[in-house]
């Protein structure tokens, strides 16, 4: 979802890549929040963070307190920036439940991916 927030208010001012320290496919609630807002993330992939061990990067966002734990070594002077969210895809209960807790967990990234391109894309473009 971050990915898919982050290209769409950054536009063509930034390259935008993600990963995880395990990659698990698309999710498919993910998506269906995600798209129902048109901001479709149906191209995205699941890629490990060692897909991009020659990239030198501006900014690391990490965005569960798990990858940030866990996330290894990455050889970039960039900034490091840390904002937790709750995984939805853990979320139980009825699916009235787990919608809810992927809606709120959307906006929050929604949010957050807006405020973190107006500081630090936009002034610098």
Avoid: W
């Avoid at 798209?35 to 890629?47: A, L």
Wanted: charged share 20%; hydrophobic share 35%.
């Amino acid at each position: 979802m971050a990915e898919g927030y982050l290209k769409h208010f950054a536009g063509e001012t930034a390259d935008t890549y993600s990963a995880g320290i395990q990659a698990h496919g698309l999710n498919k609630t993910s998506f269906f929040f995600t798209n129902k807002r048109r901001k479709t993330i149906s191209h995205q992939t699941s890629n490990l963070v060692a897909d991009y061990k020659n990239i030198s990067f501006d900014f690391i966002i990490t965005v569960c307190d798990n990858a940030k734990e866990n996330c290894p070594y990455f050889p970039s002077d960039g900034v490091r920036l840390h904002c937790n969210f709750l995984d939805p895809a853990k979320a139980s209960g009825t699916d009235v439940d787990i919608f809810n807790a992927f809606r709120s967990v959307r906006d929050q990234i929604k949010h957050y991916c807006r405020g973190f391109v107006n500081e630090y894309i936009i002034q610098d473009a």
